[in-house]
């Protein structure tokens, strides 16, 4: 018993001394911390690494350990992880940047706005969509007023739903076997053209897990290729836009405003001759084998046009109707805007595409005309001294110098004519200079030495004759169309193609429509009943008030009421369409129609007293 009392007060003893020596060696790592963080001005945390050790029952300074430990292992961690990816990003991965005044931008977001996967990502961008002029609609979701028989489209907007786009940010999605990430970024890029102004340019990067790009390069070609599956019956119109170009001097670019149906040419009423004519003369242009032709001989490689007539007579028209024929984009050019240099319209044709058609209409308007030369200051209008007129002489050296010697002399007031009065005058009241598009400089954009090559040229005027010659030189302008009021075959034309019956869609199964990537979609078929019908809707088609047969004999009559080159086909256009369900009436109404423009043109007014 002795001896276990010895045993166990010797095993207590060292354990007490052991307990002493771990407090002791804790209170000097204690007291250690403690003098420290003063010094690293983290006075106020003494007290609380007191209590977490206190509380824990741990050592702080353990945990502190413990928490670099973990802080050095993630930061090693992550240069790591930096190093392997801009390894895999140099070596393995290929990237494509597109910048969003280029055409492959707009492709792309119609792409991505049409995706599932992307559109229910976690991050969107929504964007106003509207329906475009002639887009279809279901006639079943249009609305009436309060009367019940006039259409009402003020909830129209609010049943159209918003586009989604993935936001700013990076994003990824699959395609065809490959992960393709998308990264959207925005930056303020300062305009060296005439606004000088900070513009919002967005640069988008298409990254693949690939050593070459031609995967993305093949996701590009698709989503082109989606884009204009429903282009082939369309026409593109452009006009110049704000947005600078990169490729081409960071100046103006062209900025698409209306997609509309094609037109086709047999609405336009024109002579046959005439338009087989400037059809010949179009497709041999834009022969694949025309340019080699044209480089052997050394002639440039462009073509003008001139359409010149009364207004309404259908100029644009066919403008547009060419277009279509050879699916052409129209790129639209107003010479008469104010902001619009000779350096932006240099830059506006240095940027259009190979073949596409450039539309300057009302060139007349513009006021391309060359300063007249200066008269000479003695040249006497009165008397007409310049030019001396038959029958009569000039006047005689002695006088013309006894005339200087008078005027050098202070002559009296007496002496002034009333055409040296009205020369003062005229150099005095001078309008001021004119800014815009110069005539030199409209030349040297569509012919000169670095002018654009590959395009066709259509001008319009009413007015011919008020045209400089420069501008209008063979060369410049290769073939000029004429074009006329409507003869009484024109008319008896037009009001066929008023009234006759228009080509039944052909009808999809099970409510199947086509969306903007080409593929088909099945979507719930309208109410039978519902649709809404109204005087003048498309329901009514064939509800005219005379049977098919007896059209071409109607149409023949009413020809022959119609003066012959008198009316414009726009004047028959607007008075048909105000009876479009109605050649019965067209037709009886006719004469009093015809009378009543003949008075107002006799009388020279603007107010037109029958529709």
Known sequence: ??????????????????????????????????????????????????FIGSWLGLEPSLLLTALGVLWAFNKLSRQLYSFVYAIVVQHFTSSVHIRNPDDIYTHLMKWLATQPRLVNSRSLMAETSSKEAWEDEDASNVTRDSSGFYLNFSHQEAKNPAQYVPAIGLHGFWWRGHYFTLTRKREMVFTENSSRAFREHEDITISCFWRSPQPIKQFLAHIKEVYYSNHQARTIVKRPSR?????FGGRNNWLQVANRP??????????????????????????????????????????????????????????????????????????????????????????????????????????????????????????????????RTTRSHNNTAATNTSNNNNAAPHDWKVSDLAKALKKDDKPEQRTGISLSGLLNAIDGVASHEGRVLIMTTNQPNQLDDALIRPGRIDLQVAFTN????????????????????????????????????????????????????????????IRELELPEVARRF??????????????????????????????????????????RMLRTNVVEVQ
């Not at 007060?9 to 963080?37: C, P, Y």
């Not at 947005?243 to 490729?247: D, H, S, V, W």
Request: aromatic share 6%.
């Open 262 to 391: 094609v037109r086709d040419i047999r609405t336009v009423v024109l002579d046959e001759h005439q338009k087989l004519k400037v059809l010949a003369d179009i497709n041999e242009y834009l022969h694949p084998e025309t340019p080699r032709w044209y480089a052997n001989r050394g002639i440039p490689l462009r073509r003008g046009y001139l359409f010149h007539g009364p207004p309404g007579t259908g100029k644009t028209s066919l403008s547009f109707a060419l277009a279509g024929i050879f699916g052409l984009d129209i790129h639209v050019i107003s010479l008469l805007e104010p902001s619009l240099t000779e350096e932006d319209l240099s830059s506006l044709f240095a940027s259009l595409p190979r073949r596409c058609i450039v539309l300057l209409e009302d060139i007349d308007t513009a006021g391309l005309r060359r300063p007249p030369p200066p008269k000479p200051e003695n040249e006497d209008e009165g008397n007409g001294t310049a030019h001396s007129r038959p029958g």
């Open 243 to 247: 947005l600078t170009n990169p490729r």
């Open 1 to 50: 018993m002795a001896y276990g009392s010895v045993f166990q007060d010797l095993f207590t003893g060292n354990m007490s001394r052991e307990a002493n020596n771990t407090t002791a060696t804790d209170n000097s790592h204690a007291k250690m911390v403690e003098s420290i963080l003063p010094l690293l001005g983290l006075r106020g945390i003494s007290p609380l690494y007191g």
């Open 559 to 600: 020809g022959v009421k119609v003066p012959d080159g008198e009316l414009s086909p726009a004047q028959i256009q607007g008075y048909l369409l105000k009876r479009k369900k109605h050649p019965r009436r067209a037709l009886e109404e006719a004469d009093a129609w015809v009378d009543g423009l003949m008075k107002q």
């Open 486 to 545: 409507a003869t009484q075959d024109q008319a008896r034309e037009l009001f066929v193609r008023m009234y006759e019956g228009d080509p039944r869609p052909r009808p999809r199964k099970g409510g199947e429509k086509t969306d903007s990537t080409g593929t088909s979609t099945t979507t719930a078929a309208p109410r039978t009943g519902a649709a809404v019908e109204s005087p003048g809707s498309a329901a009514e088609t064939d509800g005219l008030d």
